[in-house]
Each structure stands twice: as C-alpha cells, then as structure tokens.
C-alpha cells in the first residue's frame, strides 16, 4: 500500500470535516507579529515572481531586507520619487499531518527605505536577511489590504 501523503484526520465517528474560517485585519497582525518567512510576489523583469524573505512586522507594516542592487531590490524600484510598487505578500503555518493551519495575504505598496529617520526606525525590528550576507536595502510594505482565513476540523476535540 503506498503511504498517504497525509495523515488520515479522524475522531471516534469518521473523519473530521474542514472548516474555513476568515479572520479579521487585527487577528492577521496578531498573528504576523511573531514574524519569521514570509514570500513577496511581484511583477519581476521575467514576468511573475515570488521570493521567501524573513520578515518582521513593525507597526503595521512589513518590513524585510535585500541587497541595494539586488534582482529584487532593482525591479521594486520605480525609478519616481515617492513611488511604490504593489505587492503581494503571504504567510502561512500549515500541519499537514492535521491538514489545519492558517493562511494570510497582504496587498500593498513596497518601497525602498531611504531615509535616516525611517531607516533607523526599521533597524530596530532587527529583521535578517533570508540567506544572510550584505543585505543593506530595508524594503517597507504598506498594506492595503490584509485578508487570512484558518482551516480547522469540527468536532475535533
């Protein structure tokens, strides 16, 4: 028999049913807060493009780090003052052998942090670069829009 990519999700009367639920804007940053790795989606120079990055929440803002002349850290700059580049963002925490977990999406505007004021103001999230190395482009993410749902099992006890 071969195995089962999932473990089998049962109680005492049969296997438990999938319940979807939304969740709020602040039950999503409630939960972003921990940060940890999260993946950023854009329209790259050779078309769609999704990149993992840790991150760390500060405010209510992502923030993550790349290098000044970076494959990303060129084709999120708009070339305009004051211009930002809309993203997606996605973060998840999935068990697959439950099959629950939790999923949230943040669309927004990136830009590239520039100042002193807001440069200094980001340090202090102490958010690493994901392969580490010099990594000195901090990369704000301001949302629009953040969405998430939980996937449970009812009756579960």
């Not at 990519?5 to 939304?22: F, I, K, L, N």
């Not at 052998?97 to 590239?112: D, F, K, N, P, Y």
């Not at 200094?120 to 580490?132: C, F, I, S």
Request: glycine share 12%.
């Amino acid at each position: 028999m071969a195995e089962q990519p999932y473990a089998d999700v049962t109680d005492t009367q049969g296997p438990a049913e999938a319940v979807t639920e939304p969740l709020g804007e602040a039950e999503c940053l409630r939960l972003l807060a921990a940060g940890g790795v999260g993946r950023i989606g854009y329209s790259g120079r050779f078309g769609p493009t999704i990149l993992p990055v840790n991150f760390a929440l500060h405010g209510q803002t992502i923030v993550f780090r790349t290098g000044q002349h970076s494959p990303m850290g060129e084709d999120l700059r708009t070339g305009m003052a004051d211009a930002a580049y809309k993203v997606a963002f996605e973060v998840d925490e999935i068990r697959p052998a439950t099959r629950e977990g939790w999923s949230i999406l943040v669309q927004g505007a990136a830009h590239h942090v520039d100042s002193e004021a807001e440069l200094a103001e980001v340090r202090e999230t102490g958010v690493q670069p994901w392969p580490g190395g010099e990594k000195d482009l901090f990369i704000r993410i301001v949302p629009d829009r953040v969405t998430g749902r939980r996937i449970s099992r009812a009756g579960r006890s």
